[in-house]
Protein backbone atom coordinates (compact mmCIF):
# COMPACT_ATOMS: atom_id res chain seq x y z
CA UNK A 1 0.00 0.00 0.00
CA UNK A 2 1.40 3.11 -1.02
CA UNK A 3 2.37 5.95 2.03
CA UNK A 4 -0.18 8.77 2.54
CA UNK A 5 2.87 10.75 4.01
CA UNK A 6 4.09 12.56 1.13
CA UNK A 7 4.27 16.36 0.25
CA UNK A 8 0.52 16.56 -1.38
CA UNK A 9 -0.64 15.18 1.78
CA UNK A 10 0.98 17.79 4.10
CA UNK A 11 0.37 20.67 1.63
CA UNK A 12 -3.33 20.27 2.00
CA UNK A 13 -2.92 20.27 5.91
CA UNK A 14 -1.98 23.64 5.90
CA UNK A 15 -4.95 25.28 5.40
CA UNK A 16 -6.32 23.81 8.80
CA UNK A 17 -4.98 24.67 12.39
CA UNK A 18 -5.35 22.76 15.74
CA UNK A 19 -8.78 24.13 17.77
CA UNK A 20 -7.25 24.44 21.44
CA UNK A 21 -10.34 24.25 23.69
CA UNK A 22 -8.70 24.41 26.88
CA UNK A 23 -7.15 27.31 29.00
CA UNK A 24 -3.10 27.02 28.23
CA UNK A 25 -0.30 27.38 30.45
CA UNK A 26 2.47 27.38 27.75
CA UNK A 27 5.35 29.28 26.20
CA UNK A 28 4.55 32.22 24.34
CA UNK A 29 5.20 32.64 20.77
CA UNK A 30 2.38 30.43 19.59
CA UNK A 31 -0.96 30.90 17.83
CA UNK A 32 -3.39 29.78 20.23
CA UNK A 33 -5.09 33.19 21.97
CA UNK A 34 -6.20 32.63 25.46
CA UNK A 35 -8.10 34.68 27.67
CA UNK A 36 -5.30 36.06 29.61
CA UNK A 37 -3.88 39.53 28.32
CA UNK A 38 -0.13 39.55 26.35
CA UNK A 39 2.08 41.11 24.22
CA UNK A 40 0.34 41.13 20.92
CA UNK A 41 -0.93 43.82 18.27
CA UNK A 42 -4.55 42.51 18.96
CA UNK A 43 -6.36 44.96 20.85
CA UNK A 44 -8.93 43.30 23.83
CA UNK A 45 -9.80 45.77 26.28
CA UNK A 46 -9.11 48.54 28.74
CA UNK A 47 -8.97 48.09 32.51
CA UNK A 48 -8.16 51.14 35.13
CA UNK A 49 -4.77 51.86 35.87
CA UNK A 50 -3.26 50.47 39.45
CA UNK A 51 0.08 51.14 41.05
CA UNK A 52 2.63 49.00 39.53
CA UNK A 53 1.08 48.70 35.99
CA UNK A 54 3.41 49.90 33.57
CA UNK A 55 2.84 53.42 32.73
CA UNK A 56 4.02 52.91 28.73
CA UNK A 57 0.88 51.02 28.16
CA UNK A 58 -1.28 54.25 29.56
CA UNK A 59 -3.89 55.31 26.72
CA UNK A 60 -3.40 59.28 26.92
CA UNK A 61 -5.85 59.93 24.55
CA UNK A 62 -8.50 58.57 26.73
CA UNK A 63 -7.29 59.87 29.75
CA UNK A 64 -6.97 63.37 27.92
CA UNK A 65 -10.94 62.77 27.06
CA UNK A 66 -11.96 61.27 31.05
CA UNK A 67 -9.15 62.19 33.54
CA UNK A 68 -8.60 58.88 34.02
CA UNK A 69 -6.09 56.44 33.57
CA UNK A 70 -6.73 53.33 31.72
CA UNK A 71 -4.34 50.57 30.11
CA UNK A 72 -5.17 48.90 26.90
CA UNK A 73 -5.16 45.29 27.06
CA UNK A 74 -3.33 42.76 24.32
CA UNK A 75 -4.71 39.32 23.54
CA UNK A 76 -1.70 36.81 24.22
CA UNK A 77 -0.78 33.95 22.47
CA UNK A 78 0.67 30.49 23.39
CA UNK A 79 2.66 27.95 21.98
CA UNK A 80 0.75 24.31 23.24
CA UNK A 81 3.24 21.04 23.29
CA UNK A 82 1.15 18.50 21.13
CA UNK A 83 1.55 15.02 22.25
CA UNK A 84 0.67 11.87 20.43
CA UNK A 85 0.42 8.69 21.69
CA UNK A 86 0.57 6.18 18.88
CA UNK A 87 -0.55 2.64 20.46
CA UNK A 88 2.60 0.22 18.63
CA UNK A 89 1.26 -3.23 19.82
CA UNK A 90 1.11 -6.06 17.19
CA UNK A 91 -3.34 -5.76 16.78
CA UNK A 92 -2.24 -2.11 14.76
CA UNK A 93 -0.11 -4.08 12.44
CA UNK A 94 -2.87 -6.67 11.52
CA UNK A 95 -2.96 -5.11 7.97
CA UNK A 96 -0.56 -2.35 6.29
CA UNK A 97 -3.66 -0.20 5.63
CA UNK A 98 -4.48 -0.11 9.42
CA UNK A 99 -0.77 0.63 10.62
CA UNK A 100 -0.31 3.16 7.32
CA UNK A 101 -3.64 5.10 7.95
CA UNK A 102 -2.57 5.31 12.03
CA UNK A 103 0.60 6.91 11.25
CA UNK A 104 -0.66 9.38 9.07
CA UNK A 105 -2.96 10.43 11.51
CA UNK A 106 -0.53 10.72 13.75
CA UNK A 107 1.34 12.77 11.25
CA UNK A 108 -1.34 14.88 10.35
CA UNK A 109 -1.82 16.02 13.96
CA UNK A 110 1.71 16.63 14.13
CA UNK A 111 2.32 18.55 11.29
CA UNK A 112 -1.13 20.81 12.06
CA UNK A 113 1.29 21.80 15.42
CA UNK A 114 4.50 22.55 13.71
CA UNK A 115 2.77 24.32 11.03
CA UNK A 116 1.30 26.69 14.03
CA UNK A 117 4.64 27.42 16.05
CA UNK A 118 3.62 24.51 18.24
CA UNK A 119 5.80 21.83 19.82
CA UNK A 120 4.85 18.51 19.07
CA UNK A 121 6.19 14.75 20.41
CA UNK A 122 5.59 10.92 19.27
CA UNK A 123 5.29 8.68 21.82
CA UNK A 124 5.30 4.79 20.62
CA UNK A 125 3.60 2.45 23.49
CA UNK A 126 5.35 -0.69 23.73
CA UNK A 127 4.65 -2.93 26.51
CA UNK A 128 4.77 -0.57 29.69
CA UNK A 129 6.64 2.02 27.81
CA UNK A 130 6.30 5.01 25.72
CA UNK A 131 9.16 5.78 23.86
CA UNK A 132 9.72 8.88 22.44
CA UNK A 133 12.72 8.99 19.86
CA UNK A 134 12.86 12.63 18.05
CA UNK A 135 12.52 14.45 21.36
CA UNK A 136 10.63 17.69 20.99
CA UNK A 137 9.71 18.79 17.73
CA UNK A 138 9.63 22.60 16.69
CA UNK A 139 9.47 23.38 13.23
CA UNK A 140 9.31 21.84 10.08
CA UNK A 141 12.50 20.53 9.28
CA UNK A 142 12.79 18.79 12.00
CA UNK A 143 10.05 17.18 11.81
CA UNK A 144 10.01 15.93 8.29
CA UNK A 145 13.54 14.57 9.43
CA UNK A 146 11.45 12.34 11.69
CA UNK A 147 8.89 10.83 9.29
CA UNK A 148 10.77 8.18 7.85
CA UNK A 149 10.90 6.85 11.46
CA UNK A 150 7.60 7.24 12.20
CA UNK A 151 6.77 5.00 9.22
CA UNK A 152 9.29 2.29 10.00
CA UNK A 153 8.06 2.06 13.50
CA UNK A 154 7.25 -1.32 14.76
CA UNK A 155 3.98 -2.19 15.87
CA UNK A 156 4.64 -6.31 17.69
CA UNK A 157 3.87 -7.49 21.82
CA UNK A 158 1.10 -5.97 23.99
CA UNK A 159 0.80 -2.05 24.92
CA UNK A 160 -0.20 -1.22 28.59
CA UNK A 161 -1.28 2.57 28.28
CA UNK A 162 -1.99 3.53 31.84
CA UNK A 163 1.83 2.60 32.27
CA UNK A 164 3.25 3.96 29.05
CA UNK A 165 1.69 7.38 29.98
CA UNK A 166 2.90 7.24 33.74
CA UNK A 167 6.51 6.36 31.37
CA UNK A 168 6.87 9.61 30.05
CA UNK A 169 6.79 13.16 31.17
CA UNK A 170 3.14 14.82 30.32
CA UNK A 171 3.37 18.19 31.31
CA UNK A 172 0.62 20.21 32.69
CA UNK A 173 -1.81 22.44 31.10
CA UNK A 174 -0.16 23.16 27.62
CA UNK A 175 -1.82 21.77 24.98
CA UNK A 176 -3.48 18.28 23.46
CA UNK A 177 -2.53 14.62 23.91
CA UNK A 178 -3.39 12.28 21.39
CA UNK A 179 -4.07 8.54 21.58
CA UNK A 180 -4.28 6.52 18.48
CA UNK A 181 -5.31 2.87 18.87
CA UNK A 182 -7.59 0.34 18.41
CA UNK A 183 -8.23 0.15 22.12
CA UNK A 184 -8.33 -4.00 21.87
CA UNK A 185 -6.45 -4.02 24.79
CA UNK A 186 -6.58 -5.71 28.09
CA UNK A 187 -4.91 -2.82 30.01
CA UNK A 188 -6.88 0.08 31.87
CA UNK A 189 -7.42 2.42 29.18
CA UNK A 190 -9.62 4.61 31.50
CA UNK A 191 -7.28 5.10 34.00
CA UNK A 192 -4.62 6.33 31.58
CA UNK A 193 -7.63 8.75 30.18
CA UNK A 194 -7.87 9.95 34.03
CA UNK A 195 -4.53 10.09 34.45
CA UNK A 196 -4.62 12.71 31.19
CA UNK A 197 -7.26 14.64 32.28
CA UNK A 198 -5.72 15.17 36.24
CA UNK A 199 -2.49 17.04 34.52
CA UNK A 200 -5.44 19.37 32.90
CA UNK A 201 -4.37 18.17 29.02
CA UNK A 202 -7.02 18.67 25.98
CA UNK A 203 -7.53 14.79 24.93
CA UNK A 204 -8.23 13.16 21.72
CA UNK A 205 -9.23 9.71 21.56
CA UNK A 206 -9.26 8.44 18.03
CA UNK A 207 -10.13 4.72 17.53
CA UNK A 208 -8.84 3.33 13.68
CA UNK A 209 -10.17 -0.05 13.07
CA UNK A 210 -10.53 -2.03 9.40
CA UNK A 211 -13.62 -2.63 7.50
CA UNK A 212 -13.12 -6.48 8.33
CA UNK A 213 -12.66 -5.12 12.30
CA UNK A 214 -15.60 -3.32 12.41
CA UNK A 215 -18.24 -5.75 10.61
CA UNK A 216 -16.77 -8.92 9.39
CA UNK A 217 -18.59 -11.08 6.98
CA UNK A 218 -16.53 -14.54 7.03
CA UNK A 219 -18.46 -17.48 7.66
CA UNK A 220 -16.74 -21.15 8.24
CA UNK A 221 -14.36 -22.66 10.08
CA UNK A 222 -10.82 -20.82 10.86
CA UNK A 223 -8.18 -20.42 12.95
CA UNK A 224 -8.54 -16.98 15.39
CA UNK A 225 -5.25 -15.87 16.37
CA UNK A 226 -4.49 -13.42 18.23
CA UNK A 227 -1.81 -11.19 17.24
CA UNK A 228 -0.66 -10.06 20.75
CA UNK A 229 -0.29 -13.30 22.24
CA UNK A 230 3.08 -14.24 22.76
CA UNK A 231 2.37 -17.75 24.31
CA UNK A 232 0.50 -20.55 21.81
CA UNK A 233 -0.73 -22.26 24.47
CA UNK A 234 -2.21 -19.67 26.27
CA UNK A 235 -5.97 -20.52 24.87
CA UNK A 236 -6.67 -17.09 23.01
CA UNK A 237 -5.69 -19.06 20.05
CA UNK A 238 -8.05 -21.29 18.72
CA UNK A 239 -9.90 -23.15 15.97
CA UNK A 240 -13.56 -21.74 15.43
CA UNK A 241 -16.42 -22.09 13.01
CA UNK A 242 -17.42 -18.87 12.62
CA UNK A 243 -21.64 -18.41 11.85
CA UNK A 244 -24.47 -15.76 11.87
CA UNK A 245 -25.00 -15.76 15.70
CA UNK A 246 -20.91 -15.53 16.47
CA UNK A 247 -20.99 -12.51 13.90
CA UNK A 248 -23.78 -10.54 15.41
CA UNK A 249 -22.06 -11.20 19.28
CA UNK A 250 -18.51 -10.43 18.02
CA UNK A 251 -20.48 -6.69 16.21
CA UNK A 252 -22.14 -6.04 19.82
CA UNK A 253 -19.10 -6.27 21.86
CA UNK A 254 -17.82 -3.96 18.77
CA UNK A 255 -20.64 -1.64 19.39
CA UNK A 256 -20.57 -1.88 23.00
CA UNK A 257 -16.55 -0.87 23.50
CA UNK A 258 -17.37 2.52 21.27
CA UNK A 259 -20.28 3.12 23.43
CA UNK A 260 -18.07 2.43 26.15
CA UNK A 261 -15.38 5.16 24.73
CA UNK A 262 -18.11 7.97 23.53
CA UNK A 263 -19.55 7.95 27.08
CA UNK A 264 -16.64 8.13 29.16
CA UNK A 265 -15.51 10.30 26.80
CA UNK A 266 -18.39 12.73 27.04
CA UNK A 267 -18.45 12.71 31.19
CA UNK A 268 -14.44 13.48 31.08
CA UNK A 269 -14.85 15.85 28.36
CA UNK A 270 -12.39 14.00 26.35
CA UNK A 271 -12.99 13.55 22.34
CA UNK A 272 -13.63 10.62 21.14
CA UNK A 273 -13.85 9.82 17.31
CA UNK A 274 -13.87 6.41 15.49
CA UNK A 275 -12.64 5.72 12.04
CA UNK A 276 -12.52 2.66 10.12
CA UNK A 277 -10.48 2.45 7.20
CA UNK A 278 -12.10 1.93 4.31
CA UNK A 279 -12.76 6.17 4.68
CA UNK A 280 -10.59 8.53 2.67
CA UNK A 281 -8.35 10.03 5.47
CA UNK A 282 -8.64 13.29 3.38
CA UNK A 283 -12.35 12.86 4.47
CA UNK A 284 -12.07 11.92 7.83
CA UNK A 285 -9.76 14.82 8.62
CA UNK A 286 -11.49 17.84 6.51
CA UNK A 287 -14.80 16.51 7.85
CA UNK A 288 -15.01 14.82 10.27
CA UNK A 289 -12.35 16.20 12.65
CA UNK A 290 -13.24 19.92 11.40
CA UNK A 291 -16.88 18.86 12.01
CA UNK A 292 -16.49 17.76 15.38
CA UNK A 293 -14.44 21.07 16.49
CA UNK A 294 -11.12 19.10 16.70
CA UNK A 295 -9.41 21.46 13.97
CA UNK A 296 -10.28 24.82 12.29
CA UNK A 297 -9.93 26.39 8.72
Known amino acids: MASYLNSAFFNRLETLALNMQAELRGFFGGRHLVKS???????????????????????????????????????????????????????????EEKKSYATALAAAIGYLGVHNNDKVSFHFMHGEKAENPFGMIVGRRTF????????????????????????????????????????????????????????????????????EEADPNFLGRTDLIDAESVDAADGKNMKIRITRSLLEAYQEVIEDLRGELSAFSKKKGVGFLPVVTSRPIEQFIFQDLLRYGVIRS
Open 144 to 211: FSAMGALEAQKCEGEADFYAAFRSTPVSRSDGLTVLISDFFTESDWKSAVNYLCLKKRQVLLLQVLTP
Open 37 to 95: YGQTVDFADYREYVLGDDIRRVDWNLYSRFKKHYLKLFTDERQMHVQIFLDCSASMDIS
